[in-house]
Nanobody, 129 residues
Framework: QVQLVESGGGSVQAGGSLRLSCAASGFTFSNYCMGWFRQAPGKEREGVEFIYTGNNSTHYADSVRGRFTISQDNAKNTLYLQMNSLKPEDTAMYYC??????????????????????WGQGTQVTVSS
């Protein structure tokens, strides 16, 4: 049974940093699509960053390019999201998600178009101006 548990959210001032973690269990972490999504109140869920854990290929949303970095630790079955230069518009609930990619979508970009079937409970990030 796939289980994803996020942690690391909190409240920071604009310009600050946070690192989110997603502890994964119940599946072979090293060949999955993993993604970070966020949803602000009244807004649609947005895919932020994606990684194919089989080759570390990543894909970033334009809104976070150059500020956020996704990474993985296969030994710990953990996904990370390093968030720097945070802005008030980054305020949202952040979710970790996982799915097994098709053979043709084993890349960061491929992972960005996959439909995700396993989700964590989310961790809140609040950025004040």
């Amino acid at each position: 049974q796939v289980q994803l548990v996020e942690s690391g959210g909190g409240s920071v001032q604009a310009g600050g940093s946070l690192r989110l973690s997603c502890a994964a269990s119940g599946f072979t972490f090293s060949n999955y699509c993993m993604g970070w999504f966020r949803q602000a109140p009244g807004k649609e869920r947005e895919g932020v960053e994606f990684i194919y854990t089989g080759n570390n290929s990543t894909h970033y949303a334009d809104s976070v390019r150059g500020r956020f970095t996704i990474s993985q630790d296969n030994a710990k079955n953990t996904l990370y999201l390093q968030m720097n230069s945070l802005k008030p518009e980054d305020t949202a609930m952040y979710y970790c998600a996982a799915t097994l990619p098709s053979v043709f979508l084993r890349s960061g970009h491929g992972c960005s178009v996959m439909k995700y079937d396993s989700w964590g409970q989310g961790t809140q990030v609040t950025v004040s101006s």
